[in-house]
């Protein structure tokens, strides 16, 4: 956990001095960093601004999954707090990112039997 740690650090550095594509990679690197470290709120935020900026359909689908993870991640938090609605809604967005994956699908028509 350290390394990503100090990863996510130099990541969250660079970004106050870079730009243009250099500045995609360095969301996306920061996002997957703080996704594995189980910060999904900071992964959401910078996997968004990645996703938005770029322009490569390769690295979109790496950035769409470690989105839907974050999202997820948070909605099963949500949901072992008991916040069903808020569960609910995280998991549908990461639905939005992969539509086909099967835990997400389960989690969301677990919660609309309940």
Known sequence: MKKYEKA???YKRALETVDGKLDLQVHANAGEMAL???R??????????????STDVQ???KIRGNLASALFGKGLMA???KRYEEALK???EALLYEPD???ILKA???LETK
Request: charged share 45%; aromatic share 2%; net charge negative.
């Open 36 to 38: 594995r470290l189980d």
């Open 90 to 92: 995280l998991f549908r």
């Open 40 to 53: 999904h709120d900071e992964a959401i935020d910078s996997l968004k601004t990645a996703l938005s900026i």
């Open 8 to 10: 996510l650090d130099a």
């Open 79 to 81: 949901n072992n707090e």
């Open 59 to 61: 690295l979109d689908i």
């Open 101 to 103: 994956d099967k835990d």
């Open 108 to 110: 969301i028509r677990r």
